[in-house]
């Protein structure tokens, strides 16, 4: 009698709908991999590969490219939303990990410029909206800041840092996101003071 699967050497256990989130997480981080890696037509299969998972699995979580490209983001807008939440960080700080964000997941970000009127991706502005907000908010109250600044421009830097980066080759991105932080120093600082003329 041949054997059950279980009792194949090397055969991960079937733990039915518990390895439901476990499989969407390593799907997940699978999908960075490969893309960044293969590029955003890398075949679809290979992340299920990658994860350790069937082909079944990975389309029941994500039943095309959209979906897992967003699951992805959504991510990385946690940890952004987590960068917000403490009282130390900085625009810097932010526009720093949108670059690190911007470099490891570039054929994301052309396919998503591809679809913008995906719904299932229209939340992702919302959300880096509120966390731009709260950042530049706390960046003017320290005087970091002109008052001039608002959110959309803050959104608008995001915005050309990361599409600047998935355009730039791989031996260059951290050579332009540093120019591209210069760049926004520059322009984000408080206007000089106006020294009072003698009477």
């Given at each position: 009698?041949?054997?059950?699967?279980?009792?194949?050497?090397?055969?991960?256990?079937?733990?039915?709908?518990?390895?439901?989130?476990?499989?969407?997480?390593?799907?997940?981080?699978?999908?960075?991999?490969?893309?960044?890696?293969?590029g955003f037509n890398a075949p679809f299969s290979a992340v299920a590969k990658r994860a350790g998972v069937g082909q079944g699995s990975l389309y029941r979580h994500f039943p095309d490219r959209i979906s897992l490209a967003v699951a992805v983001f959504d991510e990385?807008?946690?940890?952004?939303?987590?960068?917000?939440?403490?009282?130390?960080?900085?625009?810097?700080?932010?526009?720093?990990?949108?670059?690190?964000?911007?470099?490891?997941?570039?054929?994301?970000?052309?396919?998503?410029?591809?679809?913008?009127?995906?719904?299932?991706?229209?939340?992702?502005?919302?959300?880096?909206?509120?966390?731009?907000?709260?950042?530049?908010?706390?960046?003017?109250?320290?005087?970091?800041?002109?008052?001039?600044?608002?959110?959309?421009?803050?959104?608008?830097?995001?915005?050309?840092?990361?599409?600047?980066?998935?355009?730039?080759?791989?031996?260059?991105?951290?050579?332009?996101?540093?120019?591209?932080?210069?760049?926004?120093?520059?322009?984000?600082?408080?206007?000089?003071?106006?020294?009072?003329?003698?009477?």
């Amino acid at each position: 009698m041949p054997p059950t699967p279980k009792a194949r050497a090397g055969a991960k256990p079937n733990l039915g709908p518990k390895a439901g989130p476990a499989n969407r997480r390593a799907l997940i981080e699978a999908a960075r991999e490969v893309f960044h890696d293969e590029g955003f037509n890398a075949p679809f299969s290979a992340v299920a590969k990658r994860a350790g998972v069937g082909q079944g699995s990975l389309y029941r979580h994500f039943p095309d490219r959209i979906s897992l490209a967003v699951a992805v983001f959504d991510e990385n807008i946690t940890e952004l939303e987590a960068l917000a939440a403490r009282p130390d960080a900085t625009l810097d700080d932010l526009f720093d990990r949108i670059a690190e964000q911007a470099m490891g997941s570039t054929a994301i970000i052309e396919m998503l410029a591809q679809e913008p009127r995906d719904e299932r991706a229209t939340h992702l502005g919302t959300r880096v909206a509120v966390v731009a907000d709260a950042m530049r908010m706390r960046a003017e109250a320290s005087g970091s800041i002109g008052p001039h600044i608002d959110t959309e421009d803050v959104m608008l830097a995001i915005s050309m840092l990361a599409f600047a980066l998935a355009q730039t080759p791989e031996e260059l991105r951290e050579q332009v996101a540093t120019r591209a932080r210069a760049l926004f120093h520059a322009a984000f600082a408080p206007p000089p003071a106006i020294e009072p003329t003698g009477g």
